[in-house]
């Protein structure tokens, strides 16, 4: 009997999901995300908060904001930064679907994840055994 395929071996979505999490594994983005989750701020108040310099602020933010996390809105000479709240919670619900984990609306996810896959397998083969 061929094994089905595991969505994760072959879904490009797991792909765009590793890059967003290479680029929120920096402790400095994080910060920022968490910062800016309560309400929009320019980038003087973000190097400020975080105590960074203007450059790097300015270096995260853009890394964020090439990735959609982050909005910008312009004022004269000052750019003001919010966080995409639902681009946010996509990369959350494809992070826990393929973990297998409920979402956090607390509907049941899709389960999508090798350790349920793996699971369901050993129980078909277990009941073809038992037929056998």
């Known amino acids: ?78 750019s003001y930064y919010s966080v995409v709240e639902e681009k946010l919670d996509s990369i959350i619900d494809t992070l826990l679907r393929y973990l297998g984990s409920p979402r956090k609306n607390g509907r049941e996810a899709d389960i999508e994840c090798c350790r349920h896959a793996h699971l369901n397998h050993e129980r078909e083969e277990s009941m073809t055994t038992k037929r056998a």
């Not at 309400?39 to 310099?53: F, M, N, T």
């Open 1 to 78: 009997m061929m094994a089905k395929k595991l969505r994760c071996m072959v879904d490009p979505e797991i792909v765009e999901l590793t890059e967003n999490l290479k680029l929120l594994s920096d402790p400095n983005r994080l910060r920022i995300i968490c910062y800016l989750l309560q309400g929009e701020r320019c980038v003087c108040e973000v190097e400020r908060e975080l105590a960074i310099s203007q450059q790097l602020a300015s270096h995260h933010l853009n890394a964020l904001k090439d990735r959609e996390l982050l909005r910008v809105r312009r004022e004269r000479t000052s």
